[in-house]
């Protein structure tokens, strides 16, 4: 019973483990530095999140090795989330969608960024100075 | 019953295990209490996390105003070099993993009852999280000093992006702060041989605490810096 001696396993187990977390982020990271984009920017990052993250629950945190009773626990209510991630996320999509019809607002604006703010008056001088 | 007479998935418990377990008159989880009690705070915080992320969700679907594009607003330049990409938040995943790694140690050799490698390790896991903190407080001021972030708005899109942002990584660093100051007290409760009768279950509980603060952060870093 895992009860009676604690969760005891080979170190070696633990650095493959922590290895494969280091070169996960390093994957989700290049996702973003080589500006993968669209649908496939999307299913790297919740692929790469979903492996860490199993990774992390299952070895680090034991759950593989414990009984189903309290595995369930941990696992089974966070499920529900799920349904309510979904719900959301239609819901959403219809308010964006009246809103975007009834205010008249431009569904294709482009946020600023910290170029376009702090760079702009210094851009205008150099343009001038040519 | 001896260790290897019983095989692994007996002692995994399986379906069997599970009806078993349910239906004992006594005990279900045959962990310590202490574990079985972590276990249902960090589920009860799962949701936490969880209704803030879809709030996040949510909002970012509803408004109508652009989102800020993460990467340029996270980038920081070396030196006077061009801006990398998020590199600040990369710096600080890292951090996040090596210290999960260090904890994972010093669980393992808690239970070894190797009482000067455990508390080193847990000292070096609330280091990594203490530089952690460090660097969300130095991304905080900049975003609040150099570029105008606000709760209520910001100047580069939608408003809503200053609100989520110090909502979930506020909520998450005051986690990685009070995990912190747990190990530390844990670690230095080690040193002293406060648990050498009562069992060295305290390090796998304070382990699983720091393992969902590094959770966390994996669905942070995807939803709100990477998509």
Same mark, same amino acid.
């Given at each position: 019973?895992?009860?009676?001696?604690?969760?005891?396993?080979?170190?070696?187990?633990?650095?493959?483990?922590?290895?494969l977390?280091?070169?996960l982020?390093?994957?989700?990271y290049?996702?973003?530095?080589?500006?993968?984009?669209?649908g496939?920017?999307?299913f790297?990052?919740i692929?790469f999140?979903?492996?860490?993250a199993?990774?992390?629950?299952?070895?680090?945190?034991h759950?593989?090795?414990?009984?189903?009773?309290?595995?369930?626990?941990?696992l089974?209510?966070?499920?529900v989330?799920?349904?309510?991630?979904?719900?959301?996320?239609?819901?959403?999509?219809?308010?964006?969608?009246?809103?975007y019809?009834?205010?008249?607002?431009?569904p294709?604006?482009?946020?600023l960024?910290?170029s376009?703010?702090?760079?702009?008056?210094?851009?205008?001088?150099?343009?001038?100075?040519? | 019953?001896?260790?290897? #007479?019983?095989?692994? *998935?007996?002692?995994?418990?399986?379906?069997?295990?599970?009806?078993?377990?349910w239906? #004992?008159?006594?005990?279900?989880?045959h962990?310590?209490?202490?574990?079985?009690m972590?276990?249902i705070?960090?589920?009860?915080?799962?949701? *936490?996390?969880?209704c803030?992320?879809t709030?996040?969700?949510?909002?970012?679907l509803?408004?109508?105003?652009?989102?800020?594009?993460?990467?340029?607003i996270?980038?920081?330049?070396?030196?006077g070099?061009?801006?990398?990409?998020?590199?600040?938040?990369?710096?600080?995943?890292?951090?996040? *993993?090596?210290?999960?790694?260090t904890?994972?140690?010093?669980v393992?050799f808690?239970?070894q009852?190797?009482?000067v490698?455990?508390?080193?390790?847990?000292?070096?896991? #609330? #280091?990594?999280g203490?530089?952690?903190?460090?660097?969300q407080?130095?991304?905080?001021?900049?975003l *609040?000093?150099?570029?105008?972030?606000?709760? /209520?708005?910001?100047?580069?899109?939608?408003?809503?992006?200053?609100?989520?942002?110090?909502?979930?990584?506020?909520?998450?660093?005051?986690?990685?702060?009070?995990?912190?100051?747990?190990?530390? /007290?844990?670690?230095?409760?080690?040193?002293?041989?406060?648990?050498?009768?009562?069992?060295?279950?305290?390090?796998?509980?304070?382990?699983?605490?720091?393992?969902?603060?590094?959770?966390?952060?994996?669905?942070?870093?995807?939803?709100?810096?990477?998509?």
């Open positions: 019973m895992s009860s009676d001696t604690g969760q005891q396993h080979p170190l070696g187990l633990y650095y493959r483990i922590w290895v977390l280091f070169v982020s390093a994957c989700s290049a996702v973003d530095f080589f500006n993968v984009q669209g496939m920017r999307w790297l990052v692929m999140m979903l492996l860490k199993g990774f992390i629950i299952a070895i680090f945190m759950v593989f090795w414990e009984r189903l009773a309290l595995a369930f626990t941990i089974g209510p966070p499920t989330l799920l349904m309510l991630i979904v719900f959301m996320a239609v819901e959403g999509n219809y308010i964006s969608g009246t809103r019809l009834y205010m008249g607002h431009d294709n604006a482009v946020a960024s910290p376009d703010l702090h760079g702009a008056e210094h851009e205008e001088e150099e343009e001038e100075a040519h | 019953m001896s260790e290897t #007479a019983v095989s692994e *998935i007996v002692r995994h418990g399986g379906i069997d295990g599970l009806a078993d377990d239906s #004992a008159d006594k005990q279900t989880y962990v310590p209490w202490g574990k079985a972590m276990w705070f960090l589920v009860s915080d799962t949701f *936490i996390f969880t803030f992320l709030g996040y969700l949510h909002v970012r509803t408004t109508t105003e652009p989102w800020p594009v993460q990467s340029e996270f980038a920081l330049s070396f030196g070099g061009d801006p990398i990409p998020l590199i600040l938040i990369a710096i600080m995943t890292f951090i996040l *993993i090596s210290s999960s790694g904890m994972a140690l010093a393992n808690g239970y009852k190797d009482k490698k455990t508390f080193w390790l847990m000292c070096a896991t #609330a #280091a990594f203490a530089s952690f903190v460090s660097m407080v130095f991304e905080w001021s900049k *609040i000093l150099e570029e105008g972030v606000r709760p /209520w708005g910001n100047p580069f899109g939608a408003a809503q992006f200053g609100s989520v942002f110090f909502m979930i990584t506020g909520f998450h660093g005051a986690h990685v702060t009070i995990g912190v100051i747990y190990l530390l /007290w844990v670690a230095f409760r080690v040193k002293r041989g406060v648990y050498d009768d009562k069992g060295y279950e305290i390090v796998e509980i304070a382990g699983l605490y720091w393992h969902f603060v590094d959770l966390v952060w994996v669905f942070i870093f995807a939803f709100f810096y990477l998509l």
